[in-house]
């Protein structure tokens, strides 16, 4: 068991350009959330998926963002037209059903 | 829609002493789970404890322990022998029964005095 990963660990980009970070889930697990956290506050959710169905979508998700898993393996989060607004740091976990959730070590946006 | 309030933003402790972190919570629900979760500096996060709704005992592992108070709606944290390991943000988490995401407090930030 391997831990989830999450890549890049960083990523710093221009205003208007696309971004694209993957994660993947400890082997096994069937369940796999985005949450967002900017600087000194608490995660906030973005989606989750169960296998390869996303499910839950929170409002936070807007049309420039959307999210992926192929065959219920890893997933991705691509950002369409960067803002700064968008800086954060982007968290992905797994979990096996509706158990605990372990994190990955996060992918740290920052827009230009 | 369920919150989650941590009032203290940052708590500060003797090594080896003993500190308690608190947490609210507002929920309709009856069947929930609460977790801590721990952030060092520039780390992943980890998660230290969790609590089952139904269940009436507080959970323990070594040396972090919960005072789990379903009526009232609060769910602390006590760290024993406190370490400098210990140093990092501590958030409080909750999750509906039915619900998978996670909902956060704002953190804890945990300082260790040698």
């Known amino acids: 068991d391997t831990g989830v990963s999450q890549d890049p660990r960083h990523k710093i980009t221009k205003r208007g350009q696309n971004v694209t970070f993957r994660c993947d889930p400890i082997?096994?697990?069937?369940?796999l959330y985005w949450y967002r956290q900017t600087l000194g506050q608490g995660p906030e959710f973005l989606t989750y998926?169960?296998?390869?169905?996303?499910?839950?979508k929170s409002r936070l998700l807007s049309d420039r963002f959307s999210a992926e898993r192929p065959k219920g393996s890893f997933s991705t989060l691509e950002i369409q037209r960067t803002e700064q607004g968008d800086s954060a740091m982007y968290l992905c976990?797994?979990?096996?059903?509706?158990?605990?959730?372990?994190f990955g070590p996060g992918t740290r946006l920052t827009v230009l | 829609a369920q919150t989650v309030t941590q009032s203290q933003p940052e708590m500060s402790v003797q090594e080896a002493e003993t500190v308690t972190l608190s947490c609210t919570y507002d929920?309709?629900?009856?069947?929930?789970?609460l977790f801590w979760y721990k952030q060092p500096p520039s780390r992943q996060m980890i998660l230290v404890i969790r609590?089952?709704?139904?269940k009436q005992q507080n959970a323990t592992e070594n040396r972090f322990s919960v005072n789990f108070q379903k009526a009232a709606k609060s769910f602390s944290l006590k760290i024993s022998d406190s370490q400098l390991g210990d140093a990092a943000m501590y958030f409080c988490?909750?999750?509906?029964?039915?619900?998978?995401?996670?909902?956060w407090g704002a953190g804890t930030k945990l300082i260790i005095k040698p």
């Open positions: 976990a797994s979990s096996l059903k509706g158990d605990t959730q372990y």
């Open positions: 082997s096994e697990h069937n369940r």
């Open positions: 998926f169960q296998n390869e169905a996303q499910l839950e």
């Open positions: 929920t309709s629900e009856s069947d929930y789970y």
């Open positions: 609590q089952e709704a139904y």
């Open positions: 988490a909750y999750r509906g029964d039915s619900n998978y995401q996670l909902i």
